[in-house]
Every structure is written in C-alpha cells, then in structure tokens.
C-alpha cells in the first residue's frame, strides 16, 4: 500500500514565524502535491512537483515555497506566517494521471 | 478554465438506503480519468472510485458506482445500502494538465440510523 505521512497533525504557530511543513511518500512516486483546504472552497493546489528539484506553482503559491531535494520527500515552506494561512494542508503523491494519494493532512493554526 | 462543480454542499440519507451525490465537469479533453474520494471525520482523503473517459461502461466498486454522462459531463456518484461508515465529505475531481487535480467544493454526507 502507498503510504503517504505528514510531519504534524496539528500545528500551532505564532504570525511572522517561519513554518516548515514535511511530507514523505514511500511508492517512489515522481509527482508530488501541496494543497490547502478550506470550507466550502474545497481543495486548492498550491505547489507541486513532478521530479527531484522540480516545482511548478498551482493556485495560490502567494506566501508560499517549496522544497524536493529527495524523491520521497517534499517540504512546504510559509516564509512569514499569517493569520490567513490558517488552514488544514493535505500532500499527495501520484503516477503520471493515475489518482493521488494522500496524507493525513496538517491542520495549521497561525495567532 | 477547467471547473469541478457539486452542487449539493449536503446531503442526509437514511442507512440502508440509496444516495446520489452529483458532480459537472467541464474540460475540453477527449481523453480522461474522473475521480470520486472520500474524507471521512478522521481526515484521510482516500479514493473510492475511478471512470475513465473513453470506457462507456459506468464505473461500480462494491456498493459504489457512478453515473457517467460524457455528453453532459457529468459523473455523479451513487452509494448503495449505505452504512454510518459512509458519513463523510465527497470530493469529484479530475486530472488536468497531465498530472493536477481539479477538486469540487465537496458534499457532506450525513447518514442517519
């Protein structure tokens, strides 16, 4: 089974900090995928990425960067946090058009 | 651009019976593979089932099947006998660009006992 973990279920961070939120998937998948989720908004792409050191922006990427240094692991990065980026954030990984699978989703408070 | 549309933001069935959840698509591909997933309160967003475009035979896994209407585009999502497990946010999505997902709002299944 194609595993897919988060760093953190829940996170608490302070405005202005600097937030790193990790995911790693164990199927050597080539194509990885940050989004947020927000009620009634469903899911929004933010960043991905579909080979090592390779990202494309999805979007909303405003406030946001990444990182893929390793096939298996892929790093969303809020350089200065603020209130509007409290949200739950969901990775996934995938094969080519094939379905993604996911994490189990980072629920990110900012105060 | 491509959108995902679910109109429903929720719905209640009573268990054991048949719900259907509704989705539109629109894309200018001839070509490609929608998607119905499900996140449960528990938050892990797992795939229930998978159409692909170019097969005219509807989709069904177990108690789950889709209406695919490629004319119409639409892809609804019809839950058989349903069960309390089945409570949860659906998600209809398609892949655009290669590789991307395009997600609906989402629709809240409530089951009752």
């Known amino acids: 089974d194609v595993k897919v973990t988060q760093s953190s279920r829940y996170l608490v961070k302070r405005t202005g900090e600097k937030v790193f939120l990790e995911c790693v998937q164990d199927?050597?998948?080539?194509?990885m995928f940050w989004y947020r989720q927000d009620p009634g908004l469903g899911l929004r792409l933010i960043y991905f990425s579909y080979d090592v050191k390779m990202k494309e922006k999805g979007d909303i990427p405003e406030g946001y960067s990444v990182s893929r240094e390793k096939k298996e692991r892929f790093s969303l990065i809020l350089e200065s946090a603020s209130t509007n980026q409290t949200s739950m954030y969901l990775c996934a990984s995938s094969v080519t058009r094939y379905e993604q699978y996911f994490g189990p989703g980072t629920r990110l408070t900012v105060t | 651009a491509q959108t995902v549309t679910q109109s429903q933001p929720e719905m209640s069935v009573q268990e054991a019976e048949t719900v259907t959840l509704s989705c539109t698509y629109d894309?200018?591909?001839?070509?490609?593979?929608l998607f119905w997933y499900k996140q449960p309160p528990s938050r892990q967003m797992i795939l229930v089932i998978r159409?692909?475009?170019?097969?005219?035979q509807n989709a069904t896994e177990n108690r789950f099947s889709v209406n695919f209407q490629k004319a119409a585009k639409s892809f609804s999502l019809k839950i058989s006998d349903s069960q309390l497990g089945d409570a949860a946010m659906y998600f209809c999505?398609?892949?655009?660009?290669?590789?991307?997902?395009?997600f609906g709002a989402g629709t809240i299944l409530r089951v009752k006992s």
């Open positions: 999505a398609y892949p655009v660009y290669g590789n991307k997902l395009v």
């Open positions: 894309t200018s591909e001839s070509d490609y593979y």
């Open positions: 159409q692909e475009a170019y097969k005219q």
């Open positions: 199927m050597d998948h080539e194509n």
